[in-house]
């Protein structure tokens, strides 16, 4: 509704219990304490919980004491914020959602029965609610605590990169043209699909992508219709368990892509369908590649920070050597990316993309060639697996 939303100032008395009072802090650097435990909580595989208390819209005045009251209940590594919409938020580290229900329940229990009556208080707790669906709100007589979606998202505000306006804006126009620019890339794919392989043309595949949530991606068919995926999987846990060696592609040897399918792949054509997903939203042109639900099942925590964002067409990683990195320098990648989306950066990458599909066609022709000098000495390949008799299944080696 036009004009419903209303700037918040910070009244005085709050401005004086910011700058005097040491656990409690402005709502900018509220939001990078948040981010800071996230990411010391991920690499030392603690939890913390933020308990966000807030009146209704319709009460403009927040009780001046209420601030001082709160900080009688915090421990001394709490940290609360005031922010611009009335709400105070405590940052509470080391702390499970049980920790922090009873830290809520605690804190209206002691507050002035005429708060409690009007307050409302939402918990957040991570991991727990991170990538996965909230629990049901819990409804107390008095006060309301709850954990929402839509809190969710205000707290998940803090660490999780919003999509600039700029870069949606990119996305729309640019994929809607090269849709329209590569149509009879698409028809002459489709046919020729149809010829060689019996089966649908396009490839649908559950992945992971903003926030973690699951979307359908669309991809050219370049393997024989229902065949073995399961070896896929263990090909994908054994480089990101080992984090240091080369993500090399099982393309080379693998015979389930059918005749023509390696040039699709190694031209990228097949990737075209997904000009559709960024039409819809799901993704963007540049950005972390969306991984499947199995790999994101062995990532450490850190390794979900490259879920703040869009996962993407092209990117950071794709441009700086792909196969050729390893899961560790994939993820750190993705992550520098995050943290550092730019107009400029993006159109880089963007540029940069088509040399790097070039040098990797390239690099493959003449890693056929030497192949070809080289005697054959048996089927193992470098990713140390075995294609058996059976084109459906593999051994380790």
């Not at 992550?335 to 599909?357: E, K, V």
Request: hydrophobic share 40%; proline share 6%.
């Amino acid at each position: 509704m036009k004009g419903s939303k209303k700037s918040y100032r910070i009244p005085k008395i709050f401005q004086v219990q910011l700058s005097t009072r040491n656990n409690i802090f402005a709502p900018e650097e509220f939001k990078a304490l948040v981010r800071y435990e996230r990411m010391r909580a991920d690499r030392n595989g603690s939890v913390f919980s933020v308990a966000v208390f807030s009146f209704p819209a319709n009460q403009r005045q927040i009780p001046p004491n209420l601030v001082i009251d709160m900080s009688k209940f915090t421990r001394a590594i709490d940290c609360i914020g005031m922010d611009e919409g009335g709400r105070i938020s405590v940052l509470l580290p080391d702390t499970s959602g049980d920790g922090a229900s009873s830290f809520a329940q605690k804190a209206l229990d002691g507050l002035d029965t005429l708060y409690r009556c009007h307050m409302t208080v939402e918990l957040y707790s991570y991991p727990d609610h991170w990538l996965v669906n909230s629990a049901e709100p819990n409804k107390g007589q008095c006060a309301e605590v709850k954990s929402v979606r839509s809190f969710r998202e205000l707290v998940e505000s803090y660490f999780v990169v919003k999509v600039p306006g700029w870069k949606r804006a990119l996305d729309i126009c640019v994929s809607a043209l090269m849709l329209v620019f590569v149509s009879p890339v698409f028809l002459l794919t489709a046919l020729f699909i149809k010829i060689v392989s019996p089966g649908p043309v396009f490839f649908k595949q559950t992945r992971i992508g903003y926030k973690g949530r699951p979307f359908m991606l669309y991809k050219f068919r370049t393997m024989k219709y229902e065949n073995n995926q399961t070896f896929h999987g263990k090909h994908a846990q054994s480089f990101i368990k080992d984090g240091n060696v080369p993500m090399v592609k099982l393309d080379g040897r693998d015979p389930r892509i059918f005749f023509g399918g390696h040039v699709l792949r190694k031209t990228c054509i097949d990737e075209l369908p997904q000009l559709w997903n960024i039409l819809r939203g799901d993704m963007s042109l540049v950005g972390p590649r969306p991984c499947i639900p199995y790999e994101a099942q062995e990532y450490l925590r850190w390794h979900t920070h490259r879920f703040d964002t869009m996962p993407g067409l092209s990117g950071l990683w794709q441009v700086s050597g792909k196969n050729k990195l390893t899961f560790k320098q994939m993820i750190r990648l993705d992550i520098t990316y995050c943290q550092h989306i730019t107009p400029l950066g993006d159109l880089a990458i963007i540029l940069r993309t088509p040399f790097a599909i070039a040098k990797m066609i390239v690099e493959s022709v003449i890693d056929k060639r030497n192949e070809k000098k080289r005697k054959d000495k048996g089927p193992v390949g470098d990713s140390g697996i075995v294609f058996t008799q059976d084109a459906n299944q593999l051994v380790n080696s």
